[in-house]
């Protein structure tokens, strides 16, 4: 079966390092991919990981693949004020369908 | 390059009335979806296209909802007769096909009153 799942809510404090965290089931999953949406836009793909890849790093996002763990994370540095939205993690089975977590709101504090 | 374009941006409705969105992705993609995101939620996939096609549509209300992709390009997405529960943002997205990452409309917000 195709479940995402993510935490509800971050909240970090400017400068600081922010980690959002996703889980996912299919194990056929050859693509995983980080999504922002900022309130009333539609979804800004961030970056993506192939499955056989264990880490991404792209400027000041780096993305780390438990494939073992089925577990998929986005460490963003130095988290600026601007960087406060909904982030969906998605993977994309073989079908090409994409099926996305539920979203961890990111709150940045100045 | 032009991005995916979707319209109307807002639509206000009595339930049981009729509505559709309309979508014109970006020149090229062979793969459309139309998402439906509720509030809170993450976007649920309604229905995939590859060119003119239906890929997936497991997640469709067939009996109130119904999509077309004409010609492989343009696309429309209808409800009928609307419920209070269809109230959400209607978003659309193209991809190259394969596995390219897609490319989301900014989404049309549908109230049912």
């Known amino acids: 079966g195709e479940d995402v799942e993510q935490s509800l809510f971050l909240s970090v404090r400017e400068g600081d390092s922010s980690v959002i965290n996703c889980t996912y089931t299919?194990?056929?999953?050859?693509?995983l991919y980080w999504y922002k949406q900022e309130p009333g836009a539609g979804l800004q793909l961030l970056t993506y990981?192939?499955?056989?890849?264990d880490m991404k790093q792209d400027q000041r996002l780096t993305v780390l693949l438990n494939k073992k763990d089925k577990h998929l994370s986005l460490r963003i540095a130095d988290t600026q004020t601007g960087d406060s939205a909904i982030y969906f993690c998605a993977e994309n089975n073989a079908g090409n369908m994409l099926t996305f977590g539920g979203g961890t709101r990111l709150m940045v504090k100045p | 390059e032009a991005g995916v374009a979707q319209s109307p941006r807002y639509k206000i409705i009595e339930k049981r009335q009729s509505v559709a969105f309309w979508c014109n992705p970006i020149?090229?993609?062979?793969?459309l979806y139309w998402y439906q995101q509720i509030l809170g939620q993450g976007p649920k996939l309604l229905i995939q296209?590859?060119?003119?096609?239906?890929?997936?549509d497991s997640q469709l209300p067939k009996d109130r909802f119904s999509a077309e992709r004409l010609k492989g390009v343009d696309s429309t997405l209808k409800i009928q007769p609307a419920k209070l529960e269809d109230s959400a943002v209607y978003l659309c997205?193209?991809?190259?096909?394969?596995?390219?990452?897609?490319?989301f409309g900014q989404g049309t917000r549908l109230t049912v009153v």
């Open positions: 990981i192939f499955s056989n890849m």
């Open positions: 020149s090229g993609h062979a793969t």
């Open positions: 299919d194990s056929s999953s050859t693509y």
């Open positions: 997205a193209s991809s190259l096909g394969g596995l390219g990452e897609a490319f």
């Open positions: 296209f590859q060119n003119n096609g239906v890929v997936d």
